[in-house]
């Protein structure tokens, strides 16, 4: 009880574990950013297709994948070892597009639903007696270019059943590691992470090879159950080639990693079938059978792999958090950009208005024209429109600062920029200024006492030009305390001001909130990496 107590904790504590990591994003095309988005994809494929369906079913057959490059021979072998042929091997390069697996009768009931690598569909392959079935070679089994019609179809998993494999045991004949297709090296990669065992294939000629020298770094790195076929060696040569591929091995680390050679052998030897005699492969399929027959092997070669897995979840989830903590230093660091830049160009608005830089052509004009030859409205629509273009001007140099800022940034997307209503956006709101200032101009001259020269307009168009004309509109301020008194002109010029600052404001703040919207849309906060660390914690303290 305590035994399945700790078992099921661990489950939850690694459920919990992939959600964090399902969750994760990468959304900045930072340095180091798609290594993470691999990494997390890998890390989902072990959890969904290994880890997970391995603590829940700790007495499942073992799932052996057999993979390597392009004409290994991974196929032929797997047909020996079953003893017919229930996987395409031939010529044509790459052969294996859907993936066979072939276990017993008896286990079948274990692939037949999604314990193990839920993104594939089954395809259930006829039951055929195995005397038959090595006359009439492989079952049929779908060909990619035709599975491709479908665009949104999953890729496929073919099933078959021999009672030749020992119960216990199930066979992975996998697509190529260095297909030139890239769908198939990714669901090659996919099956490695659902195996208990990996046995790699390679061939005299290719043993040095780079891409499976990675792969059987990734094993020694998460500690997986390995064994090595060097297939398809002359025997003129084969107790050198082994000699060398077996000194590979130790420099690496792996020199105690089974390593089992096949020889290379004509067609005529093979009696018309395709097989390979039983003599060349018995001590691989002896291998196996240990493996699956004997309980203690059985458990340690299943135990060593997940052991393994679980292990590396350490660095391997830390790494992400590290890649969220980056993202979310980068998209600060993006939002300070946009934030100083609009912060200094409300600053040199304010400056520009305490200059007077507004009272300027048209409004200068109609100011110095006020009231004899100029009205109030049109005083108040020269400096609505000249507060405007200020506004624009003012976000666009925001935009452009910005900008320059993000180029330096490495990894860092186009800045956002202002659409095609930004000055739509100001002009409503200068106008909404206006309309503002007249209504607390007519609400104080009904307030003043005794009568008053000027209509409301008026009032707020010498508002206008005390709140934007700077030094060189002092007479307006004057001209209100004639007008409505001093304490009334003061009252209003303070209710001016606040009117004003609103509108700038309104203005900058929330053309900063457009450009930051792309950013807080990527949801690039903390909240992830401490998300990780926080499962992963959790999940060291179960195990």
Request: aromatic residues 4%.
């Amino acid at each position: 009880m305590a035994i399945l107590e700790a078992r099921t904790e661990l489950l939850d504590a690694l459920t919990t574990l992939r959600d964090r990591v399902a969750a994760a994003r990468f959304p900045l095309p930072l340095p180091g950013a798609e290594r993470a988005r691999r990494s997390r994809s890998e890390l989902l494929a072990q959890l969904d297709d290994y880890l997970v369906p391995r603590l829940r079913a700790p007495e499942a057959p073992l799932l052996a994948v057999v993979g390597g490059s392009t004409g290994a021979g991974k196929s032929t072998l797997v047909n020996s070892l079953v003893g017919r042929r229930i996987s395409d091997a031939g010529v044509l390069r790459p052969t294996t597009r859907t993936p066979v697996l072939v276990c017993h009768p008896a286990d079948q009931h274990w692939f037949a639903g999604p314990r193990v690598l839920p993104r594939l569909r089954r395809v259930w392959t006829p039951r055929r007696d195995d005397c038959r079935a090595a006359e009439d070679g492989p079952a049929a089994v779908p060909d990619d270019d035709h599975a491709a019609d479908d665009a949104d179809a999953p890729p496929a998993l073919a099933v078959e059943t021999a009672e030749a494999v020992p119960v216990g045991l199930a066979l992975l004949d996998s697509p190529d590691i260095d297909s030139l297709v890239t769908a198939n090296r990714e669901l090659a990669a996919e099956l490695f992470c659902a195996a208990d065992v990996w046995i790699l294939v390679t061939t005299a000629s290719r043993y040095a090879d780079a891409i499976p020298w990675h792969l059987l770094r990734s094993a020694r790195e998460y500690d997986v159950t390995l064994a090595t076929v060097l297939d398809r060696v002359p025997h003129q040569v084969a107790e050198e080639v082994s000699r060398q591929y077996t000194a590979l091995l130790e420099r690496a680390g792996l020199g105690d990693v089974p390593c089992f050679t096949v020889p290379e052998l004509p067609e005529s030897a093979r009696g018309g079938s395709g097989l390979l005699p039983a003599t060349a492969v018995a001590e691989l399929r002896d291998w196996l059978l240990h493996h699956a027959g004997d309980p203690a092997a059985r458990a340690v070669a299943a135990g060593r792999t997940a052991a393994g897995a679980l292990a590396s979840l350490r660095s391997r989830v830390s790494g992400l958090a590290g890649a969220a903590a980056a993202q979310h230093a980068a998209a600060l660091r993006l939002m300070r950009h946009i934030d100083g830049a609009y912060e200094r160009a409300g600053a040199r608005v304010r400056r520009q208005i305490d200059d007077g830089e507004l009272l300027a052509g048209e409004a200068l004009a109609r100011w110095r024209g006020f009231p004899r030859d100029s009205g109030g409205d049109e005083l108040l629509d020269a400096f609505a429109d000249g507060l405007s273009a200020l506004l624009r001007g003012a976000v666009g140099d925001a935009d452009e600062e910005a900008a320059d800022a993000w180029r330096l940034e490495p990894g860092a997307p186009e800045c956002g920029r202002a659409d095609e209503l930004v000055a739509e956006r100001i002009d409503l709101l200068a106008r909404r200024w206006r309309r503002c200032l007249e209504e607390i101009a007519d609400e104080e001259l009904r307030a003043a006492e005794g009568g008053c020269p000027l209509p409301a307009e008026g009032i707020a168009a010498l508002l206008a030009a005390a709140l934007l004309g700077g030094r060189r509109a002092r007479g307006a301020d004057e001209a209100l305390a004639c007008a409505l008194g001093a304490a009334v002109a003061a009252r209003l010029r303070e209710r001016g001001e606040r009117l004003l600052e609103d509108c700038l404001d309104r203005v900058l703040r929330g053309e900063r909130g457009y450009r930051l919207v792309p950013l807080r849309d990527l949801d690039a906060t903390p909240d992830q990496q401490v998300a990780l660390i926080a499962a992963l914690s959790v999940l060291q303290r179960k195990r």
